[in-house]
């Protein structure tokens, strides 16, 4: 039987990092399912629509063929269409703001869902996101919330050079109607601020161990 890892948390709460380390220390593929969701809102700014029109991105769902797999090095989840692999272009400014109105489409996350679920029926996964705990996999016992203060978090992006409203995306990823940005009521919450990369990967994985991974 397959074994699931749920981190969520608001942008740039580090969850991508520690999910990274945690792929290669415990032998995980590591779903980033926020590239999905980028992916999705870079095909509907290439077809020209406007990703606040719900009914014109609803309409061109069916056209859209999102690829989801995973790299060569057998540890990182891949997304793309045609057979062609995205990367830099879905951290870019025009999808950073219309990724969480896409998002917001009740019928675009079902489509994702089912391919985000499709992952475990192959793999043991750490997968990151914002209802990964509460919709994705609420069975699993090991379901992590990471934290840290707006001021933190912007920070870390500048640092990495990105633009990103990080405030805007967190209000409206949070607030919502499908699948909102909220911890699971057994997630474990760990604010990180309080610790480095490697402090954060110490503490989930003794949580795990807790938990009897
Ligand atoms: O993790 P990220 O910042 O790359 O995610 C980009 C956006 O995708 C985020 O602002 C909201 C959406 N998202 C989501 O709605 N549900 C997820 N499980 C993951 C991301």
């Known amino acids: 039987m397959t074994r699931a890892i749920a981190i969520d948390g608001p942008a740039a709460s580090g969850k991508s990092s520690v999910a990274k380390v945690l792929s290669q220390k415990l032998n995980l593929v590591m779903v980033n399912s926020g590239a999905m969701y980028r992916a999705m809102a870079w095909k509907i700014l290439q077809l020209g629509i406007d990703p606040n029109d719900a009914a014109a991105v609803i309409a061109a769902l069916p056209t859209m063929d999102l690829e989801c797999g995973v790299d060569t090095s057998g540890k990182l ?85 990105i633009t990103d409203s990080i405030a805007e995306r967190d209000k409206q990823d949070s607030n919502r109607k499908t699948a909102p940005l909220k911890p699971a009521d057994d997630a474990i919450i760990i604010n990180t601020e309080d610790y480095d990369l490697d402090g954060v990967v110490a503490c989930v994985i003794e949580h795990l161990e807790t938990l009897g991974w």
């Open 77 to 161: 989840s891949t997304v793309g269409f045609d057979g062609q692999w995205l990367s830099d272009e879905l951290r870019s400014e025009q999808v950073n703001n219309a990724v969480s109105a896409v998002a917001k489409i009740p019928e675009l996350r079902t489509i994702l869902l089912k391919k985000q679920a499709a992952y475990l029926e192959s793999y043991d996964v750490v997968m990151e996101g914002r209802d990964i705990g509460t919709v994705v996999f609420p069975e699993t016992p090991y379901k992590f919330f990471f934290k840290a203060s707006e001021k933190i978090r912007q920070a870390r992006r500048e640092a990495e050079g």
